[in-house]
């Protein structure tokens, strides 16, 4: 879809969730391979703002905390596998259930401590100071199972990884975002002082005689949780690097690649999501799996006066943010319909052009050796690519007869029909004299990749007959 395309959509949900919601001010920006390519904005903020006014970002912070413990992890500094109270000697009495394992960091990560979901609470525990949160742990807490069995989404498992953060790090969990992140992604405007968020739009909260300004207090114990205030362009450099873990661009920045991916893959299922999608939680970051349209990588954020969602798409690359001032607005729903239209289109088509791009040199040549094969047999140039089960699968001369026996000639691969569900792996349909034929290999592991499955079936439809 072309960028006018695409903006009218986003256009028109973002008016539409504004007017549906009360929201008073909203902006939101599009993003394509990385780059912001349209920001425009509704209500209460100056288009010539939409980029650069900073809102709460709520629990879109979370995939700021992630990855700064990913970045300890790397650092050799944190296990991830470590249990809580050996980083927080204090958590010692936080009360798990009988027989329960140890409290993980990664639990608190993939939403797997066994706390119960704590919105709205958790929201007005922003200015918690630190050593009252400590005591607070110290007491104990509830749990409603034990550590590692089920996602349940916890604020106060990310305020426990801010303190793990300043614990391990001897900083100010704010400085260490900050300084390991921010910066280096040039995201000035980003900050968890709220006197520091210059020019900010005030948070808009319903009561019953309509709508009254959020008051703010100071950063606290659960700033790790939803305490960032940003704007679209700098949301936008986040959501960039984020992306741009599954492209084949060179692994700079602030996070490796393969902790990106990592923070971006299903760790905990979550369960139905939208339109028929199926939900998981990664670290920091929700990833739905569509049927048709495949993977989105989202994250909402929701707090007194504010609301707001990022979500991409990491086949098509697009990309979309918005934030709005007021409580809980549910950007989530417009984002994801106005995302799922704009990649509608292209989506099949880019999720199989990327794992083509992916296949393996030895699966390409196999491929080809396979569309040899079928327009002429020749056994010498088989034992070359066979792995050794291949002819105790089938035998030989069964194989050769099958295949001899298709009459095929002409081999004409159709290039659009390649799909893969690994680079060791390919399906695609050739067409030859005696009509359409599809074809299938998959490669071993070995040093030397060898050919361990090779067949054809009559035509390119499903349940068609191997041979």
């Known amino acids: 879809m072309d960028v006018a395309a695409a903006s009218d959509i986003a256009d028109t949900r973002m008016a539409r969730a504004a007017q549906e919601h ?3 001010a ?5 993003l394509l391979a990385g780059e912001v390519v349209y920001a425009s904005s509704v209500g209460d903020v100056p288009p010539d703002r939409a980029s650069t006014a900073p809102f709460r970002i709520a629990s879109m912070t979370k995939s700021f905390t992630a990855a700064a413990i990913l970045g300890l992890r790397d650092d050799g500094v944190l296990s991830l596998e470590a249990p809580l109270v050996d980083v927080l000697p204090w958590a010692a009495g936080i009360g798990l259930p009988d027989s329960s394992p140890p409290l993980r960091i990664a639990h608190l990560l993939t939403m797997t401590a066994g706390f119960p979901t704590d919105d709205p609470w958790g929201d007005r525990q922003e200015s918690l100071p630190i050593a009252d949160f400590d005591a607070l742990v110290a007491g104990g807490l509830t749990f409603c199972r034990p550590p590692g069995l089920d996602f349940e989404y916890a604020n106060i498992s990310y305020a426990l990884l801010g303190r793990v953060v300043a614990e391990v790090t001897g900083q100010d969990y704010r400085e260490v975002v900050r300084e ?3 910066e280096p992604l040039g995201m000035g405007a980003s900050t968890f002082d709220v006197a520091a968020a210059a020019g900010r739009i005030p948070g808009m909260h319903p009561t019953a005689s309509g709508l009254v300004e959020q008051a703010e207090g100071p950063s606290g114990a659960f700033s790790p949780m939803g305490g960032l205030w940003s704007t679209i362009d700098n949301l936008s450099r986040w959501i960039a690097f984020l992306e741009e873990a599954w492209s084949d661009a060179p692994d700079t920045g602030p996070l490796s690649r393969w902790s990106r991916r990592e923070m971006q893959r299903a760790h905990v299922t979550v369960g139905p999501d939208l339109e028929g999608a199926f939900g998981s939680y990664g670290m920091g970051l929700h990833v739905t799996e569509h049927p048709q349209l495949g993977r989105f990588i989202h994250h909402s954020g929701g707090y007194p006066g504010y609301g707001s969602h990022m979500r991409w798409h990491s086949d098509t690359r697009w990309a979309i943010v918005a934030l709005a001032n007021r409580t809980y607005a549910p950007m989530r729903l417009a984002c994801a319909e106005a995302l799922t ?3 509608a289109d292209e989506a099949v088509e880019s999720a199989r052009q990327r794992s083509v791009d992916r296949l ?7 491929m080809t050796l396979a569309e040899s094969l079928l327009a002429q047999w020749d056994d010498g140039a ?3 690519m066979a792995a050794m089960n291949l002819d ?3 035998a030989r001369e069964e194989r050769r007869a099958l295949w001899e026996g298709l009459g095929a000639r002409g081999v004409l691969r159709d290039g659009a029909s390649v799909t893969s569900r690994s680079p060791s792996h390919a399906r695609w349909t050739v067409m030859t004299d005696a009509g359409p034929r ?11 990749p060898r050919i361990q499955t090779l067949s054809v079936r009559v035509g390119p439809e499903p349940g068609g007959i191997p041979q």
């Open 341 to 343: 239209e704009i990649v």
């Open 180 to 182: 390991r992140l921010l």
């Open 438 to 448: 599809e074809l299938e290999v998959q490669m071993t592991a070995e040093r030397e």
């Open 382 to 384: 088989l034992d070359a």
């Open 392 to 394: 105790l699968d089938v």
């Open 26 to 30: 909203l902006a939101y920006g599009l």
């Open 360 to 366: 393996w040199p030895q699966t390409e040549k196999a």
């Open 22 to 24: 009360g929201i008073p």
